[in-house]
């Protein structure tokens, strides 16, 4: 599966953003969808994660704040920010899980202004 993430900019503290991650190959039901973000100088930590059969999972930094959730028809996970904070600013990567395979998309840019 090929993952390509879009929707990163720059956005106030207190705003939303919306991230998509489209997915070319197997559709995205069959994997383990996530998103992690990344901090310069941070490691990468999971925001979220949508289970095969739908479940999502979130960190505790961004519950009740982001939501994950996928569009089967385009074949698409999202990542709703919303409250954003000046701690949400990072470079934000998807990634799909099958088995012991993990695949990468490239990262795309969330910057907070406060």
């Known amino acids: 599966v090929q993952l390509q993430a879009s929707g990163g900019g720059l956005v106030q503290a207190g705003t939303s953003l919306r991230l998509s991650c489209a997915a070319s190959g197997r559709t995205i039901s069959t994997y383990a969808m996530a998103w992690f973000r990344q901090a310069p100088g941070k490691e990468r930590d999971l925001v979220a994660t949508i289970f095969s059969g739908g479940v999502p999972n979130y960190a505790d930094s961004v519950k009740g704040r982001f939501t994950i959730f996928r569009e089967t028809a385009n074949n698409t996970v999202y990542l709703q920010l919303n409250s954003i904070t000046p701690e949400d600013a990072a470079v934000y990567y998807c990634?799909?899980?099958?088995?012991?395979?993990?695949?990468w998309g490239a990262g795309t840019q969330v910057t907070v202004s406060s």
């Open positions: 990634s799909a899980n099958y088995g012991n395979m993990n695949y």
